[in-house]
């Protein structure tokens, strides 16, 4: 059976998308001082980068940035596999006092949030946490908000949100699918 796609931003509407939170950041935080971005991997660190050259056009400095594998951290993270692919963590900056914007492509249930959040706490401890998501699907299992999010969505648990990034393959999309199973996507 073919599954049902539709495309819900293409790659103008992701363009203008991170564009208005990268203002939306340096408003809220009246420029960059102190601040500096963290991309949850996979597709919260292209994500990131966006985010970094589009504040350092509009601000003329570049912030810092970094990337996190939540992988060990996840709740689940025994189910996956019995041999989970772990990714390069690098935050090449003290987060002591910084003002982190975490940077992830979807948000859902909130348990990769968490993650991060545990993760980061094994770095030091910043002044403040900013969560930016290109996507909230909604259907929250934990009390986590974006501060900053493209666009949101109202889902169902049978659907999965893709989120396609050129760095990754080539394109530029965000398409909600219909799920082949009941299985639910990547926390």
Known sequence: MKRESKIVMDSREMERALTRIAHEIV???KGVKDLALVGIRTGGVPLAERLRQRIASIEGIMPPMGMLDIT?????WSSLSQHPI???????FAIEDKILVLVDDVLYTGRTVRAALDALTDYGRPRKIELAVLVDRGRRELPIQPDFSGITLKTAASEHVDVELSEISGLDKVIIQDAPDDRAQEL
């Open 27 to 29: 408003e809220r935080n």
């Open 72 to 76: 060990l951290y996840r709740d689940d």
């Open 86 to 92: 772990i990714r390069k963590t690098d935050i090449p």
